[in-house]
Each structure stands twice: as C-alpha cells, then as structure tokens.
C-alpha cells in the first residue's frame, strides 16, 4: 500500500495496513525550527540546520531524509517552492542555533532586542527577544467594521498571517504563480507516493478577529451582526475566488486542501452553536461544496480548542478531516470523540500532547500516551497520526523518536 492509498483509505474509515501519519504537511502539524534542529542532530541526520517556512510560527520544513526515518505519508505542496540555496538567508534562532529564512523576509532588530516587522509605518509584527514566534501588532479596523470595506485589501495585507505568510504563498504575487504550482505539484506528484496536501486558509472568524482584535470582534457577534455578515460576505468573496484558481490548479493533483478557523478556546467555543449556525455554518459549508464540486481533494479543517459543541455542525458542513483534535481542552476526550463522531469524520492529530506529555514527559510516558491514543482512534479508519498541533521548541528530540517508534512497534 502506497503512503497516499493509506491516507486516503483512512480519511474513507477504512483500516488501512498501519496508521498514516503526519509531520510537517500543515502549519499546524509541524515541528518547531529549535525542537527540529535538536532532533535531526540527535538522529544523526546530517540535513543541515532548518529551513525556516512560516516564519510567523518558526516552523521548519522538515528535511525528506527525517520524512523518509519516521515513514510519513503526507507532504505540503507548498514545499516545492523556495528550493535553491539563494531563496534563504542565516537566522539566529532564540536558542542561539542557526536556522534559515526565506530571502524576502526582513525583520528588523529593535533596542530592546525584540524583532519587528514593519510594512511602511506601520509596525505589524514583533518577537520579543527569547521569544519563540512572531506577534501580530497591527489591527486596521478598531473602532467599529467600517461600512466601506473597499481598503480590505490593503488592509488584509498588512495582517502577518497574510504579509509573512508561508509558501507556496509567499509567491503568489508571481505572475506565473499559478501555472508554477500545477508544475511543481505535477511534478511532486510523480516524483513521490505520498499524498499531497494544499494549504489554503479561507479563515472567517478569525479573519474578523485579526482586522477587529479579538475582544472587539467577538462583541461584534452579539452587537452588530449586519456588519459581520457585510465583513463575512466581503471575505467569503475572496475566499471563492481563491478557491476557484486553487481548484484549476491543483484541484486534480493535490489530495487534500487545509481550510483553517480556529473556534475553540480550552473551555469551549468562542460562541454559542446557535450563532455559529447563524453566521458561520452557511459560509463554511459554501466553502467545503466548492472543493468537493470542483476537485477530488478532501476537505481539512484546522480548528483549535475545545469544538466538541460545535462537531455536529462542522461535519454537516462538509468537512471531512479535523485537525488537532485537542484533547487537552473541555469536553474533547479521546473515546467519546470517537464514539460519537469517528464514523463522520476523520482526526488527524491527537496522537500526542504536546502541551504537557510530548515535552515535559519521559520517553517511556510518551509511548504509553501514543499507544493509547492510536487504540482508541485507529480502529474503523478516520485516524492520522499527529501531534496535538506543533512540535514546541522544549520538546527533548528523544521523546519525537520515542513517539514515531511506537508507531513502528
């Protein structure tokens, strides 16, 4: 069985010969540049130091070579980008390790030892010194949604999850951007049997949180609702032409396209089911129909938190993967997550607590937590292999081997 036959026949809940898995397909599956750094030299790889992809998260592209040792089935096509020596530059990692990052990016060393990013006058992002990621710091929109959304754009543009966005998007200001990645993803596509992963956002709440703030938005989802459906409507625009270009593209290439919106907190939603059913609901459910219309791939939500309230909607909504599966959050154990929902959707995470086991644990405490989270969710299919999101800096590189090894047991 081919490692994208195993993630397919998994996200069908079928059983496929083993667990697939995943490290390094998503932004928010990945390992973080400092932990990979200290794994790869711990494995005896010699990959050289990180290459830095999202440099919002710090996040590393993991090397082929660390793919192949852990038999991971799945690979972002966004890698196919930014593969010459010259597209990256030396990085000094909080840890005083080097890493690398993209060429194009230019953050600033500030007095403080902080780093800032700057787009004109306007300061959008800042990592205090020892800090691990960036902040964003700019917020366009902060008195109230404005009725003319005609600078959303510009504005959009300014958000750091948009300005020091991760490939392939960071070139997708490219004239031939689009032709490039049917190339690049043909090619991938025949060069490996892994499945192929799009990554592509479409965010509708937190959309509204980065241009509101967050305060600011979530009461704008109780005391102005005409102006989150103009916001939403604005977005949804964008979004669905997106998509349209992502479909022609790739839509026959890649395997599955990564949406993300994060609605949980550790306590539960960030609003009651009824208004997520209101606003929210509708729209993503536009969103997962134009994939599954306009392309082969399966769709991927990425949602952090505690969404147990809000699953029977996401489901109904057409999406057909979940990703963290946080289990460290209210109302998200393992078993009932699986008894309730396993047979509509497929997990794809869960694998490990990277909050307090994955970094804090013994290897032994490690294996015992993966080899209980694959029994409860492997079985019927609708299971991937991955961390309760990323990889953290503190995690000892003996505890990712520990991890994978079970996998392997």
């Given at each position: 069985m081919t490692p994208?036959?195993?993630?397919?026949?998994?996200?069908?809940?079928?059983?496929?010969?083993?667990?697939?898995?995943?490290?390094?397909?998503t932004p928010?599956?990945?390992?973080?540049?400092?932990?990979?750094?200290?794994?790869?030299?711990?494995?005896?790889?010699?990959?050289?130091?990180?290459?830095?992809y999202d440099v919002v998260q710090q996040l590393a592209q993991p090397d082929l070579?660390?793919?192949?040792?852990?038999?991971?089935?799945?690979?972002?096509?966004?890698?196919?980008f930014n593969t010459n020596k010259e597209d990256w530059k030396k990085w000094r990692?909080?840890?005083?390790?080097?890493?690398?990052?993209?060429?194009w990016f230019h953050p600033i060393q500030q007095s403080d030892g902080s780093q800032a990013v700057f787009q004109g006058q306007h300061m959008i992002a800042r990592m205090p010194e020892g800090a691990t990621f960036f902040d964003g710091t700019?917020?366009?929109?902060?008195?109230?949604?404005?009725?003319d959304l005609s600078d959303l754009d510009e504005q959009m543009g300014r958000i750091l999850w948009s300005a020091m966005v991760h490939s392939p998007w960071d070139h997708s200001g490219e004239p031939d951007f689009w032709a490039d990645l049917r190339a690049k993803a043909i090619e991938l596509r025949q060069s490996s049997d892994r499945?192929?992963?799009?990554?592509?956002?479409?965010?509708?709440?937190?959309?509204?949180?980065?241009?509101?703030?967050?305060?600011?938005?979530?009461?704008?989802?109780?005391?102005?609702e005409a102006g989150v459906e103009r916001l939403l409507d604005a977005l949804m625009e964008r979004h669905l032409a997106t998509l349209e270009k992502v479909c022609?593209?790739?839509?026959?290439?890649?395997?599955?396209?990564?949406?993300?919106?994060?609605?949980?907190?550790?306590?539960?939603?960030?609003?009651?089911?009824?208004?997520?059913?209101?606003?929210?609901?509708?729209?993503?459910?536009?969103?997962?129909?134009?994939v599954h219309k306009h392309s082969g791939m399966k769709t991927f939500l990425h949602s952090c938190g505690s969404i147990y309230k809000l699953m029977p909607d996401l489901i109904e909504a057409g999406y057909d993967v979940i990703n963290p599966v946080q289990l460290t959050a209210r109302d998200m154990e393992p078993e009932r997550l699986k008894k309730e929902f396993g047979k509509d959707i497929t997990f794809w995470g869960a694998g490990c607590d990277t909050r307090h086991v994955l970094n804090h644990g013994t290897?032994?405490?490690?294996?015992?937590?993966?080899?209980?989270?694959v029994d409860i969710f492997a079985p019927g299919g609708g299971f991937v292999f991955n961390t309760i999101h990323n990889i953290l800096p503190d995690c000892p590189p003996e505890n990712v081997e520990a991890m994978f090894e079970e996998l392997d047991g």
């Amino acid at each position: 069985m081919t490692p994208r036959e195993r993630v397919l026949m998994a996200i069908d809940h079928k059983e496929p010969d083993r667990v697939p898995r995943d490290l390094g397909s998503t932004p928010s599956s990945g390992i973080s540049a400092i932990a990979y750094n200290r794994l790869v030299v711990h494995m005896g790889l010699n990959v050289g130091p990180a290459q830095i992809y999202d440099v919002v998260q710090q996040l590393a592209q993991p090397d082929l070579k660390l793919l192949d040792r852990f038999g991971v089935d799945v690979l972002d096509v966004g890698r196919t980008f930014n593969t010459n020596k010259e597209d990256w530059k030396k990085w000094r990692l909080s840890d005083g390790s080097v890493g690398f990052i993209p060429q194009w990016f230019h953050p600033i060393q500030q007095s403080d030892g902080s780093q800032a990013v700057f787009q004109g006058q306007h300061m959008i992002a800042r990592m205090p010194e020892g800090a691990t990621f960036f902040d964003g710091t700019y917020c366009p929109y902060p008195e109230e949604i404005p009725e003319d959304l005609s600078d959303l754009d510009e504005q959009m543009g300014r958000i750091l999850w948009s300005a020091m966005v991760h490939s392939p998007w960071d070139h997708s200001g490219e004239p031939d951007f689009w032709a490039d990645l049917r190339a690049k993803a043909i090619e991938l596509r025949q060069s490996s049997d892994r499945a192929l992963m799009i990554v592509c956002g479409c965010n509708l709440f937190e959309w509204g949180t980065f241009l509101r703030r967050m305060d600011n938005f979530l009461c704008d989802l109780l005391t102005d609702e005409a102006g989150v459906e103009r916001l939403l409507d604005a977005l949804m625009e964008r979004h669905l032409a997106t998509l349209e270009k992502v479909c022609q593209a790739v839509g026959d290439v890649c395997d599955i396209l990564r949406f993300g919106d994060d609605l949980g907190m550790d306590s539960g939603p960030f609003m009651r089911p009824e208004l997520y059913r209101k606003l929210f609901k509708p729209r993503h459910a536009m969103l997962t129909d134009y994939v599954h219309k306009h392309s082969g791939m399966k769709t991927f939500l990425h949602s952090c938190g505690s969404i147990y309230k809000l699953m029977p909607d996401l489901i109904e909504a057409g999406y057909d993967v979940i990703n963290p599966v946080q289990l460290t959050a209210r109302d998200m154990e393992p078993e009932r997550l699986k008894k309730e929902f396993g047979k509509d959707i497929t997990f794809w995470g869960a694998g490990c607590d990277t909050r307090h086991v994955l970094n804090h644990g013994t290897p032994q405490a490690v294996r015992d937590y993966t080899r209980r989270m694959v029994d409860i969710f492997a079985p019927g299919g609708g299971f991937v292999f991955n961390t309760i999101h990323n990889i953290l800096p503190d995690c000892p590189p003996e505890n990712v081997e520990a991890m994978f090894e079970e996998l392997d047991g």
